[in-house]
């Protein structure tokens, strides 16, 4: 049971180009989200996801783009990489509705560095 | 919209002893506030929350206190083990990114890095 996965684990590249984050998790929740996380400021919001189509900005967005074709899957790019989007990434999921109280579930996170 | 602070950003402790790490948010209408751990290399994972219609919620060693009028939330570890070395983070719904009552989107403080020393 994998639950939720994250690719790569640990990334380099360059300014200017373009990165892909992959997502997966195996047990079909709707919702999904991806946070950044770095010194000093914790962790915050890029995107969310309510279903397969749906897609919504959090508090960081600029600089980022997702989709969602899948319910499983929830990529993130980076179309032109900048120094400052050098953090770690957290995707999660919420397992049942929108509502308070659902525990969210992280997965092991990507660590990237733009050079 | 809402804010959560979140102190100290450090702390050690000797094993054994208690710790205990304080988080106050702006938005009255929150009624939802979780404690995620986070270890080293790993993403974070919930290991309590309370709800507003409470004001303590335990759970073997960890507790949570809330006080809506103050509008601060607490965690307290007890018996403190090496194992619980980690970076806490305390969180509230974040006001302008969730819609029609629904209290899905969370904001995080900035957390707390817990030392225990052996």
């Known amino acids: 049971d994998a639950g939720i996965t994250q690719s790569p684990r640990y990334k380099i590249t360059e300014t200017g180009r373009q990165v892909t984050l992959m997502c997966h998790q195996t047990w079909s929740h709707s919702y999904m989200f991806w946070y950044r996380q770095d010194l000093g400021h914790g962790l915050r919001l890029i995107y969310y996801s309510a279903a397969a189509d749906i897609t919504d900005k959090g508090e960081v967005p600029d600089g980022y783009v997702v989709s969602r074709s899948k319910t499983e899957n929830f990529p993130l790019t980076l179309e032109s990489a ?29 660590r990237l560095t733009v050079l | 919209g809402e804010n959560v602070e979140q102190h100290p950003s450090t702390l050690s402790v000797q094993e054994g002893d208690s710790a205990v790490i304080k988080c106050t948010y702006s938005d009255s209408a929150s009624n939802y506030f979780p404690w995620y751990k986070q270890e080293l290399g790993k993403g ?8 507003s219609n409470v004001g303590e919620k335990k759970d073997q060693r960890i507790a949570v206190t809330l006080n809506k009028t103050a509008k601060h939330f607490s965690l307290h570890i007890t018996e403190t083990q090496p194992e619980d070395s ?6 509230a719904p974040h006001s302008t990114l969730n819609y029609g009552g629904s209290q899905g989107n969370l904001i995080f403080g900035k957390g707390t890095k817990l030392s225990v020393k052996p």
């Not at chain 1, 900048?82 to 990507?110: K, L, M």
Request: aromatic fraction near 16%; proline fraction near 7%; include cysteine.
């Open chain 2, 86 to 91: 980690a970076v806490y983070f305390c969180a």
């Open chain 1, 82 to 110: 900048t120094r400052s989007q050098t953090s770690v990434y957290f995707c999660a999921t919420i397992p049942r509705g929108w509502r308070a109280g659902d525990e969210q579930f992280f997965g092991p996170g990507t």
């Open chain 2, 44 to 51: 974070p994972q919930l290991i309590i929350d309370i709800r």
